[in-house]
């Protein structure tokens, strides 16, 4: 492995994305600082630059970005689906990483960016040549859908290294391979991440899983112990993606990552969860 490490990365963005009720500007800065200055975690994926027709509760994603009180020690991270997304996100210095979600589902694909696998492929080079102009960020490519499909979508792994593979060689560096409709088993993780950190030594690839509770912890030691070193939770488990299918799969709950790999302390992490309940509570 590059680096035995262990870094969290915390995503309040898919956490809130598909909550319909509207969350105020105001809370999402106040709980996204105490994040920030908990210090557990080494990212944040904290909104993204997308339509707000597409997903209203992040409309306001460059005001809340304008509140957070960043430190060195922790990045920040927004989601991107277009070159007009790379645009605007590519403006702020406070943002590290750009991520763009890239399905190797065709169905998939068009639900989420309304675009072809194609298509989404000229797009990461467009965007690439945008942040390459700033050459202040790294972009981050999600491997959606890597474990399969809801759609019948043809799947295999190495479709996978076979996407990673031609995404590396434009430019990309970063990947995260994602678990979107809790696809996934303990075995195929394990066997995908082995598959993957031997055909790309010098890339280190990070896992997010949208899991029930119950799998969380095998799902994490799975991927661990085929050489993964970068996992992405939420906080309490909340999130999914919306365009996937009705029923959203929460994500890898944030507290069992930072249990399981020594990152916090009880105390530290009581205070995060119920800075989130907060956040999704209807009072104002």
């Known amino acids: 492995m590059l680096n035995e490490k262990v870094t969290l990365v915390d995503c309040p963005r898919d956490a809130i994305q598909g909550i319909k009720q509207q969350i ?5 800065i106040t709980y996204i600082n105490e994040l920030i200055a908990s ?6 994926d904290f909104g993204s630059f997308v339509s707000p027709k597409a997903v209203p509760q992040l409309s306001d994603t460059q005001a809340v970005l304008e509140g ?7 990045k920040l991270l927004a989601i991107i689906a277009n070159k007009r997304g790379a645009e605007i996100g590519s403006e702020f210095q406070k943002i590290d990483y750009l ?3 890239f399905s190797i589902s065709e169905t998939f694909q068009k639900n989420n960016t309304n675009a072809s696998i194609a298509e989404a492929y000229d797009t990461v080079q467009d965007i690439l040549e945008i ?3 700033k050459g202040q960020q790294e972009l981050v490519v999600y491997i959606s859908m890597a474990f399969g499909n809801p759609y019948s ?5 190495d479709l996978v290294s076979e996407w990673v593979s031609k995404l590396n060689e434009i430019g990309v560096r970063n990947f995260s391979i994602a678990d979107t409709t809790s696809e996934a088993t303990a075995e195929s993780i394990k066997q ?4 993957l950190n031997l055909e790309f030594q010098d890339i280190a690839f990070s896992a997010h899983f949208h899991s029930a509770v119950e799998s969380a912890l095998l799902k994490i030691d799975a991927a661990y112990s085929a050489g993964c070193r970068r996992f992405e939770g939420a906080v309490l488990g909340y999130g999914g993606c919306p365009f996937a299918k009705d029923e959203l799969v929460g994500n890898i709950p944030s507290e069992l990552l930072v249990d399981r790999f020594h ?20 009072e104002l």
């Open 263 to 282: 990152k916090g302390n009880f105390e530290s992490m009581s205070k995060l969860m119920q800075g989130f309940q907060n956040l999704i509570s209807h």
């Open 153 to 157: 979508d043809y799947w295999d792994m």
């Open 68 to 74: 957070l009180e960043k430190n060195d020690q922790v």
């Open 131 to 133: 942040m390459n102009k």
């Open 99 to 101: 991520g763009y979600p």
């Open 24 to 28: 105020s500007t105001q809370k999402k």
């Open 39 to 44: 210090k557990i975690f080494d990212c944040i």
């Open 192 to 195: 995908l991440f082995h598959k």
